[in-house]
């Protein structure tokens, strides 16, 4: 699970690690509901090319505001919310092991 590494990655929050991954996979998993009934609707059992462009425009155009909505507001800064005044705890022999699994 790659993709869910940055929920573990949450600096001092380690408790809401299963909340950032709950929020994430059910947002994720959404357009697996909501495309098939957006196809069916559009194209009303006439699958025609012109509603398949307008299909394929209307996904692009979601892909393209998504970019942009990242583009714009996000960032690769570390949060104040996420700064501790706590030092870092040592690291056990375990820890610092690098043992396959």
Same mark, same amino acid.
Not at 25 to 44: D, E, S
């Given at each position: 699970?790659?993709?869910?590494?940055?929920?573990?990655?949450? @600096?001092?929050?380690?408790?809401?690690?299963?909340?950032?991954?709950?929020?994430?996979?059910? $947002?994720?998993?959404?357009? @697996?509901?909501?495309?098939?009934?957006? &196809? @069916?609707?559009?194209?009303?059992?006439?699958?025609?090319?012109?509603?398949?462009?307008?299909?394929?425009?209307?996904?692009?155009? $979601?892909? &393209?505001? @998504?970019?942009? &909505?990242?583009? $714009?507001?996000?960032?690769?800064?570390?949060?104040?919310?996420?700064?501790?005044?706590?030092?870092?705890?040592?690291?056990?022999?375990?820890?610092?092991?690098?043992?396959?699994?």
């Amino acid at each position: 699970m790659e993709w869910a590494s940055f929920a573990y990655e949450t @600096g001092p929050f380690h408790s809401i690690s299963g909340t950032l991954i709950g929020i994430t996979n059910t $947002l994720a998993t959404i357009p @697996g509901f909501v495309v098939p009934l957006f &196809v @069916g609707y559009m194209t009303h059992n006439n699958q025609t090319i012109a509603q398949w462009r307008i299909i394929f425009l209307t996904m692009a155009a $979601l892909y &393209v505001l @998504g970019f942009a &909505v990242y583009t $714009l507001f996000g960032s690769g800064e570390e949060q104040s919310w996420n700064e501790t005044s706590e030092a870092p705890a040592e690291e056990t022999e375990a820890e610092t092991q690098n043992t396959p699994m």
